[in-house]
T-cell receptor, first 112, second 110 residues
Framework: NAGVTQTPKFRVLKTGQSMTLLCAQD?????MYWYRQDPGMGLRLIHY???????AKGEVPDGYNVSRLKKQNFLLGLESAAPSQTSVYFC???????????FGPGTRLTVL | AQRVTQPEKLLSVFKGAPVELKCNYS??????LFWYVQYSRQRLQLLLR??SRESIKGFTADLNKGETSFHLKKPFAQEEDSAMYYC????????????FGQGTTLQVKP
């Protein structure tokens, strides 16, 4: 099992460009999450999903959109990237039965 | 407000010394609390949870509801314990969401 995978690993964008980060999990987990990690701020929840076809806002959702069309995939979109979105993005998945999250390796995004 | 606070950005100790990583939380209900760890070049992973009352890699953490704390302790630090440690709170409700603290880097010197 690959667990949680994230694509791409690194990306550099110019201000105003758009991109989509892909998260995939092969553990049949119901729940999926997107976090951003910034120095001194810890991990902050951007959006999350409790099942296929459902999404909800987390702590810092502005400037991001998400979609969960398939249970195993959770996409994070930046429609118009801003320098403030320079960060490391982590995807995670989990289940209702066992309250533990499994994390992907992260995507390092730089917006110039 | 739901909040997790880790007051130390960096904790530096010598090998064999005791370690205490502090975590305080603010939550009106009965939270579930966790410690996650991120070793260099590895993924963030669960270290322990308060419900299990277990000891993992020699670490323990006791939930003190009166002081709203969940400090992580180890009596004798090892160099391989060097990592970033995050305290996290899961609010009640069936979403599995986590609220993370700012993280503490533990540096164990030889």
């Amino acid at each position: 099992n690959a667990g949680v995978t994230q694509t791409p690993k690194f990306r550099v964008l110019k201000t105003g460009q758009s991109m989509t980060l892909l998260c995939a999990q092969d553990m049949n987990h119901e729940y999926m999450y997107w976090y951003r990690q910034d120095p001194g701020m810890g991990l902050r929840l951007i959006h999350y999903s409790v099942g296929e076809g459902t999404t909800a806002k987390g702590e810092v959702p502005d400037g991001y959109n998400v979609s969960r069309l398939k249970k195993q995939n959770f996409l994070l979109g930046l429609e118009s990237a801003a320098p403030s979105q320079t960060s490391v993005y982590f995807c995670a998945s989990g289940t209702a039965a066992y309250n533990e999250q499994f994390f992907g390796p992260g995507t390092r995004l730089t917006v110039l | 407000a739901q909040r997790v606070t880790q007051p130390e950005k960096l904790l530096s100790v010598f090998k064999g010394a005791p370690v205490e990583l502090k975590c305080n939380y603010s939550y009106s209900g009965s939270p579930e609390l966790f410690w996650y760890v991120q070793y260099s070049r590895q993924r963030l992973q669960l270290l322990l949870r308060h419900i299990s009352r277990e000891s993992i890699k020699g670490f323990t953490a006791d939930l003190n509801k009166g002081e709203t704390s969940f400090h992580l302790k180890k009596p004798f630090a090892q160099e391989e314990d060097s990592a970033m440690y995050y305290c996290a709170l899961s609010p009640s409700g069936n979403t599995g969401k986590l609220i993370f603290g700012q993280g503490t880097t533990l540096q164990v010197k030889p």
